[in-house]
């Protein structure tokens, strides 16, 4: 924890002025110290004032101004007014405002803070800092961060505490060699400085550097706290490292840490998202009375993505017999799960429920699931109207859901309307390009497919490369399309065209509407061929025992020639394949998906 300032000190006690016998000073500081809320804050103030007791002055404004940064949901406009009054603001003040601003959403008021603390003729001390660095790491501002470490060595305020937020701004801004070299010449690291980079590292896409610094951690026997745990976990779930996530699920019950309810929500969390729904379950029944409505949504919301649509309903009848209120999220899985399972009505029926009985505000989620549920149950002419109809404005993911169905429905007319106001909510997103083309490949309208590239090429967007991870015994694996860097790649060639020609076998051609038009068909399957989930399947399928489960972890949507390959793959091979694609789960098994061939 970075240290905050003291709530007051004794010294403004004595410094009593004028105090009326009504309402003296001394008991404006003592109700101000106590305050739970704007409104209660506002009425002292008023009520200050009347007595004449000068709530703007330096000593008493600060308290003020500590006081709304001591609640829970302070108002920032309040806090700038009163520090806009105090003639000659303390360095305790310039820090109290710096920290409420850099705890803000938009903390950018925190920096000019610094200039003006300095113009002031006051010098920061050990707290500016920290709260300084927290901003421009929001701010995504790392040199300027730079900038006000720079100052913090030569004011010899270089504290541990500062070396933190540093490292927590350059991992948060994506410098991860930044980060790791100053972590490396932190004197003395403590479990913060860990925590920070593990952490840092685990949310900002590098879960394999984080889990390697865990190992550097336990190497160095220092101990990890819950905190550690729960971005290991996230890390885990991040690569659907499952071998890795059971070796730490055994490793946190032998700390005790299991006890803690943040720690099994994560384990829940990330067993749903390595396709290990069972596992999942298990914990979830396993913690017992420390069950939260967290711990219930979470497996809601896992089920419902993993394709267990019945399940996740289910379950969530039982929330409701156990008295648990469900959130807005435990929604988005229930009306989630409708759309899996094709009930459109009763997805109408949750929907009017959240609403009515759960005065739960549809967000854009919610709709977007009422759109997926429309289009996955060929209604899109209702989604269109759907989304003509919403109280708030459609955003781009909702269009693309519409679109994405159309695609599925073969939907010219729709997905053309879909496709336009993508062209101006997001242009340049390369996934709607490929739904599109996709479209139109689908009804052979290969100059309309051409139009597509040719707009593409000449916005310079850029078709983001495939990339898929698959976890090989304590070892992930990352794959992009065509890849030839791996050290085993020449066998790894040989297995696809091994695979292949199995396949070929048992009557498969390859759909080729996923790949560009205007090359020829024998290419254009060689081209599906060295997609990236084929390349980690056939690693997989070299590298483990016959009939263990083959996860993967692939960034983009699967192509439908990859889905219908792996399902026959599934049967062939008699294995169960897991894929969690960029918006759900397929779970392969014996020639069939769990998502029944819309995705
Ligand atoms: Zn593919
Ligand atoms: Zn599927």
Known sequence: MIPRPPPSDPEDLDASSSPRPSFSR??????????TSIP???????????????????????????AIASL?????????????????????TFNTMIRLHAESPSPSPALPLLPRLLSAGLSPDSHTYPFLLKACAKLLLPRHGELVHARSVRDGHNSVFVLNSLLHLYSACGQFHSAHKLFEEIPHRNLISWNTIINGFALNGRPNEALTLFREMSHRRVAPDGFTMVSLLSACGELGALVLARRL??????????????????????YAKTGAIIDAEKVFHEMGSRKTRVSWTTLIVGMAVNGFGEEALKLFKAMEIAGETPTEITFVGVLYACSHCGLVEEGFEYFER???????????????????????????????????????????????????????????????????????????????????????????????????????????????????????????????????SHPESEEIYAMVEEVAGRLRKEGYTAGTTAVLADIEDEEKETALRYHSERLAIAYALMKTAPGVTIRLVKNLRVCEDCHTVTK??????????VVRDRSRFHHFSGGRCSCRDYW
């Open 26 to 35: 001394r008991r404006c500081l003592a109700l101000l110290q106590s305050s």
């Open 568 to 577: 026959l793959i599934s049967r062939v091979y008699a294995r169960e394949i």
């Open 354 to 484: 959240m609403k009515e009985e759960f005065k739960i505000e549809p967000k854009i989620e919610h709709m977007g699931c009422m759109v997926d549920l429309l289009g996955r149950a060929g209604q899109v002419d209702r989604a269109y109207k759907f989304i003509l109809d919403m109280p708030i404005e459609a955003n781009a993911v909702v269009w693309r859901t519409l679109l994405g169905a159309c695609a599925m429905q073969r939907r010219v007319d729709l997905g053309e309307a879909a496709w336009a106001r993508l062209e101006r909510l997001e242009p340049g997103h390369s996934g709607d390009y490929v739904l599109l083309s996709n479209l139109y490949a689908g009804q052979r309208r290969w100059a309309d497919v051409g139009r597509i590239r040719g707009s593409m090429l000449r916005k310079g967007v850029k078709k983001t490369p495939g990339k898929t991870l698959v976890e090989i015994g304590n070892s992930v694996w990352e794959f992009v399309m065509g890849d030839r």
């Open 249 to 270: 699920h055994v490793y946190l019950s032998k700390l005790g840490l299991y006890q803690n309810s943040h720690v099994g929500n994560a384990l829940i969390d990330l």
């Open 40 to 66: 209660n804050l506002k009425q002292i103030h008023a009520r200050a004032l009347r007595a004449g007791v000068p709530v703007s002055s330096p000593d008493l404004g600060k308290h003020l101004i500590f």
């Open 72 to 92: 829970p949901s302070p108002l920032l406009s309040y806090a700038d007014t009163i520090f806009g009054r105090i003639s000659r603001p303390s360095i305790f």
